[in-house]
């Protein structure tokens, strides 16, 4: 019976002690949204690249994926955005990494940012806040938002002014993507795509050479990688959690 | 199938209904538009919109249980469709289920943005502590919200009247930061006004009336005068929030001695509170009567004694209504007894109807516990300096211990606290008054500073001051004791009977310092009081014997029979008739016969 006992204490031990030892990133999701604009506002390339960045983001991270969320909004959804999106809400886990890109030309209300909505064919009501908003109640721990916008349709980063520009470490992190010269939105997202397709064989990144590569190492990483595309790169840290291990790279 | 289960249904709440009713006089129903809307669902059970309808109206009138139930049938029956989490996720914060909640509003949202499920996501943040979270979404919401303070107040009404004080709570915290003005207007804080006593009121009582008015623009909950409650709502329905109220109080409170804080705390039926005190000093200071100790009882002994021989009205001191006495004596270290047992001495020597020409009720003793450097502060500031007369006369006993030089003389209480009693003693020789006797005593670090301040002074007064500074030992206690108790037959005149300083500090072997030679009576002196009547009554008695032409040998006897004053009874009886010269021979023979016969 103590034996019994013991042998449940030892390995609740060796389960917490892997636990805390590992906090290895469980699943990944992808939440893809593109916007080409309307009638009115055009902004080709939004929605084209979204299809192949899932697959790029899952070869570079490595790991489990949980979630493939894309949505194309001048096409017809199967389901909703709304709901999409509130499948990965409800299928994430806190240990999850959610990496998301929205691309689109946003429609900025002057007198209040948070009404700024991107423009779609669809009309579908998404305000920037929601972006935000998207960002901060998904339970996941590591969260990784990319926001590309035309020059002429820019995001409302007044919405983020409250948060400190950081990505430094863990946590969840907005990332405007911005062309560091002047350049289509075609070509951004181009480019974009690009640095995230160079990351697949970037594991060799383990600064610390512990036989991970952590989020914040992959972060750093994307950063390079993106200057070479002629990108410049503006992180917003929305709330800071533990630096996740992503990819082991040494066996 | 459906329709069988929505039947069976309402007929058990039917059932349930009908007990209610034949058990209570109230209705069930809660609502019109409720009765209509359920009487309209039964007839179509599968309109979706008249579901809806019915579970937000249950929600409206804060019935989430009511409104749960009608969502798992919907849901049951698939009618809810998006709508169906928010609607959840209201009736989890209704029941104040606040992390759960959370989750199921923020789904709602990211399912489908919307402002109400942003405001109740805000408050919940609040409700649960994370007022960083919850003051970032309201503070984006009030701007382009404009009714978000109604709004919130209107959810702040609606879950503290129903029983939810946690998000009630997170509500007004968040009012309070999104928007002050309308918190301050909203919220406003019961007024408490105290028409009597006035802030410090000093009092020998051991009751005082306060009398208070509390106007508020909400219904108060509950009013309490310290631990007491005055008012209580109790479980009474509020039938408005904004019934005023406005209301007078005339209390008793006790008062205990020194400082008593008397406290009222209104709080109205939001929880919102506002205090209001008053500071009443409790002057009393009366002798405790379970303190004892040797001298005192020895005093005390000694005067039954006296008693025994002497009838009342010859031993009573005469009272001075001016004569106040203040003993302090405070128990620190090893000499604490000492200290306490002395000033009980004195002060039941000052009191004392044979001895005390000061009346019980103008003294004051601190003794132990009660030497604080609060009640020090108060009695000196509220008795011993404002209620000073010119005909008064003070009598100061300070023991304990001291640590005197050029800047204070700091005397410390029972809690080691210091008190500087230099500032004290010169503004009480500053007064116009009849006089001040000081005695100082205990463990003195600097006597010479001491008794050069005291003479200075006694020097610069213009009123009559005597001082003496005791050695610290108790041998003016034993003394005085001897003095007031054993009466002498040798001559003395009619004013040795009056006692002052110098008695006290022959006994000591201490000096007063006085500007003027004549001491300050502080008391009477029993046992001289009696020798020098007796004496002044044995010179009437040989006159008397001399009238009554009493024979030699009888007179000689009764003669030696008064010798002792103890015969003060049987001589006061003789000289008022009230016994004649053959009695008197008869009972000095019989006194005389049995004196020889114990000698032999």
Redesign the interface.
């Known amino acids: 019976m103590k034996r019994n006992r013991f042998v449940s204490v030892v390995i609740l031990l060796v389960a917490w002690l892997d636990i805390v030892a590992a906090q290895n990133v469980q699943y990944l999701h992808t939440v893809l949204v593109g916007s080409d604009g309307n009638g009115r506002v055009k902004a080709d390339g939004g929605e084209e690249a979204m299809g192949d960045l899932h697959d790029y983001f899952a070869d570079s991270f490595g790991g489990r994926v949980r979630n493939k969320t894309v949505i194309q909004l001048s096409k017809k959804q199967p389901i909703?955005l709304?709901?999409a999106?509130?499948k990965v809400?409800?299928s994430c886990d806190s240990a999850d990494l959610v990496v998301s890109v929205w691309a689109g030309p946003w429609q900025v209300d002057q007198r209040?940012v948070?009404?700024s909505s991107l423009i779609s064919p669809q009309g579908e009501?998404?305000?920037a806040?929601?972006v935000l908003?998207?960002v901060?109640?998904l339970p996941a721990q590591s969260v990784l938002t990319f926001v590309l916008s035309p020059q002429s349709h820019e995001f409302p980063t007044e919405?983020l002014q409250?948060f400190p520009q950081s990505t430094a470490s863990g946590g969840k992190h907005i990332i405007l993507v911005r062309p560091r010269e002047k350049m289509d939105f075609d070509d951004v997202v181009d480019a974009f795509v690009d640095a995230v397709k160079a990351m697949r064989s970037s594991k060799e990144l383990d600064t610390n050479n512990d036989g991970w590569v952590r989020f914040s190492e992959w972060l750093r990483e994307f950063y390079k990688k993106a200057q070479a595309e002629k990108l410049s790169l503006a992180g917003f840290g929305i709330a800071k959690f533990p630096d996740y291990r992503l990819v082991q790279v040494k066996p | 199938m459906r329709y069988d289960a929505r039947f069976f249904s309402l007929c058990a709440l039917l059932v349930i209904s009908v007990t209610m009713v034949c058990a209570q006089p109230s209705e069930l129903s809660i609502s019109a538009e409720i009765d209509t809307l359920t009487a309209r669902l039964l007839e179509n059970p599968n309109n979706a919109a008249l579901q809806t309808q019915l579970i937000d109206l249950y929600l409206q009138t804060f019935n989430p249980e009511l409104a749960l139930l009608e969502i798992s049938y919907a849901e049951a029956l698939n009618q809810l469709g998006?709508i169906g989490?928010m609607m959840k996720g209201r009736v989890q914060a209704s029941l104040e289920q606040i992390s759960p909640a959370i989750k199921t509003l923020?789904?709602a949202?990211?399912?489908?943005?919307n402002d109400e499920a942003?405001m109740l996501l805000g408050i919940l943040e609040y409700s649960r502590g994370n007022t960083g979270?919850g003051g970032?979404?309201l503070k984006?919401l009030a701007?382009?919200l404009p009714s978000l303070s109604v709004e919130l107040l209107k959810q702040y009404e609606k879950f503290y009247l129903n029983g939810r004080r946690v998000i009630a709570r997170g509500i007004a915290t968040a009012l309070q930061d999104t928007d002050p003005v309308s918190y301050a207007t909203y919220f406003p804080l019961p007024e408490i006004s105290i028409l009597s006593p006035a802030d410090n009121f000093s009092t020998e009582a051991s009751q005082t009336s306060v009398i208070f008015e509390v106007k508020h623009r909400r219904p108060i909950q509950q009013i309490t005068l310290g631990k007491r409650t005055v008012f209580d709502r109790g479980e009474e329905k509020v039938a408005s929030v904004t019934e005023e109220y406005l209301q007078s109080f005339s209390q008793l409170a006790d008062i205990s001695e020194g400082k008593n804080v008397l406290t009222i705390k209104a709080t109205d039926v939001f929880g919102y509170s506002s205090e209001r005190s008053v500071i009443v000093n409790g002057m009393s200071f009366s002798r405790i009567a379970g303190w004892a100790s040797p001298s005192s009882d020895s005093l005390k002994k000694e005067y039954l004694t006296l008693r025994s021989y002497i009838p009342e009205p010859d031993l009573l001191a005469q009272k001075n209504q001016a004569v106040r006495v203040l003993v302090i004596s405070a128990t620190t270290g090893a000499d604490s007894t000492q200290y306490f047992d002395r000033g009980l001495f004195l002060y039941d020597f000052l009191t004392h109807p044979y001895s005390g020409i000061s009346a019980p009720a103008n003294a004051k003793i601190l003794l132990g516990p009660r030497v604080s450097a609060q009640n020090i502060a108060v009695i000196s500031d509220e008795w011993l300096i404002r209620s000073a007369t010119f005909q008064s006369v003070t009598i100061l006993y300070i023991a304990g211990r001291w640590e005197v030089s050029q800047e204070g003389w700091n005397y410390f209480d029972s809690m080691s606290q210091k008190v500087d009693f230099k500032p004290i003693l010169e503004k009480l020789a500053q007064l116009a008054t009849a006089g001040v006797v000081m005695i100082c005593d205990g463990v003195i670090n600097d006597r010479v500073t001491l008794e050069e301040g005291l003479r200075a002074i006694a020097q610069t007064s213009t009123i009559p001051i005597n001082a003496v500074v005791l050695r610290g030992d108790d041998t003016w206690v034993t003394g005085t004791l001897r003095d007031v108790t054993q009466v002498k037959s040798t001559a003395m005149t009619a004013q040795a009977e009056l006692f002052s300083l110098y008695d006290i500090a022959l006994k000591a072997g201490a000096t007063v310092i006085s500007k003027e030679p004549a001491g300050l009576v502080i008391a009477q002196n029993p046992a001289r009081k009696i020798g020098y009547q007796y004496q002044e009554m044995l010179v009437q008695l040989e006159k008397k014997l001399g009238t009554d032409k009493a024979q030699t040998s009888a007179r000689q006897k009764i003669l030696a029979f008064a010798r002792d004053w103890r015969r003060f009874n049987e001589v006061r009886r003789y000289l008022q008739n009230d016994l004649s010269l053959a009695d008197f021979i008869v009972r000095a023979e019989e006194f005389l016969s049995r004196s020889e016969y114990e000698t032999k």
């Open positions: 909703p709304g709901d999106i509130g809400y409800s209040v948070e009404r009501s998404l305000p806040e929601y908003n998207f901060q109640f919405i409250d | 998006g989490t923020q789904l949202y990211l399912q489908s943005p942003l979270a970032r979404i984006r701007k382009r």
